[in-house]
């Protein structure tokens, strides 16, 4: 009889036990994060396009995100790849072919990233996209703005923008975990 009272008791914990609001997260984590972030729509598409995001907590969210600026990165590498190629040999090649070795080394950066969130070093993540990655992409608009005679083609500036943008977002996420 005692085994039945102790089922019982279980069960009644088991149906009552709600989880901690601060470890799951839920649309109002996901806005309040976001609304602190430079480009919070961007931050909404981003965080509410994965389906996880409904139960992660702020660094998951973060990882969310950090997930979103590297996609961008990678899109901006496929971007500066196939321009490279199809661009004859021009000062136009030249800074496709050098934007696109920097992209890469941005994208692979959010690699230190994503281990310093794993470990919990927000801070330090932080510093990787602000002093490492969002330079190597900074650098591509100057190499354009250093010949002005050379337009920046549409679909490179609108890759740039958009990474960007993400990684402005992940720079905020991380500020207010």
Do not use: W
């Amino acid at each position: 009889m005692a085994s039945f009272g102790v089922f019982v008791l279980i069960f009644i914990f088991t149906l009552s036990y709600q989880p901690s609001p601060l470890v799951r997260s839920d649309d109002n984590l996901i806005k309040s994060l976001c609304s602190k972030a430079d480009f919070p729509s961007i931050c909404l598409d981003c965080l509410t396009s994965n389906p996880s995001s409904k139960t992660a907590d702020a660094p998951e969210l973060s990882i969310i995100a950090i997930s979103c600026a590297q996609k961008e990165a990678n899109l901006l590498y496929e971007v500066l790849s196939n321009q490279y190629e199809s661009a004859p040999k021009s000062p136009l090649k030249t800074i496709l072919g050098d934007c696109a070795e920097r992209t890469l080394d941005a994208r692979n950066d959010f690699g230190s990233v994503l281990q310093s969130v794993s470990a919990r070093n927000y801070g330090g993540a932080k510093g990787i996209v602000i002093n490492l990655i969002q330079p190597l992409v900074d650098s591509c608009t100057a190499h354009f703005s250093e010949l002005p005679n050379i337009p920046i083609p549409a679909a490179v500036a609108a890759g740039i923008q958009q990474l960007t943008f993400n990684c402005k977002n992940v720079v905020a996420i991380l500020s207010n975990i």
